[in-house]
């Protein structure tokens, strides 16, 4: 079975870093692309960034760009999300998907992710 599993949330003061890992089992690792999803209270889901394991290509959603790095790790099959200068307003659960990716784009929908993990809360405190 395919599993994506997410870990690394936390509470953290603003401006703090947390790094957020995605490691997936079951998988082909290159095939697919994933991506960080979040949710905030009373918010919908907003897409973080993306990464094309791949081509080693990756997209950033516009909330959290400039402060967030999304790697992969292909020695532990894991795509990881670095996080810098947390502001309060990114208080959320984080999740991560992934989708076969020679029919995903930036703007697949939410829906159409093939897998999606369990989700990491992160608090960041004023």
């Known amino acids: 079975d395919v599993q994506l599993q997410a870990s690394g949330g936390g509470l953290v003061q603003a401006g703090g870093s947390l790094r957020l890992s995605c490691a997936a089992f079951g998988l082909s690792f290159d095939d697919y692309a994933f991506c960080w999803f979040r949710r905030a209270p009373g918010k919908g889901r907003e897409g973080v960034a993306c990464?094309?394991?791949?081509?080693?290509?990756?997209y950033y959603g516009p909330s959290m760009r400039g402060r967030v790095i999304i790697s992969g790790l292909r020695f532990k099959n894991a795509v990881d999300l670095q996080m810098n200068y947390l502001k309060p307003e990114d208080t959320a659960v984080y999740y991560c998907?992934?989708?076969?990716?020679?029919?995903?784009?930036?703007?697949?929908?939410?829906?159409?992710?093939?897998?999606w993990g369990q989700g990491t809360q992160v608090t960041v405190s004023s």
């Open positions: 990464l094309n394991i791949r081509d080693d290509l990756a």
């Open positions: 998907a992934a989708d076969k990716v020679d029919s995903w784009t930036k703007d697949t929908p939410y829906d159409d992710y093939d897998f």
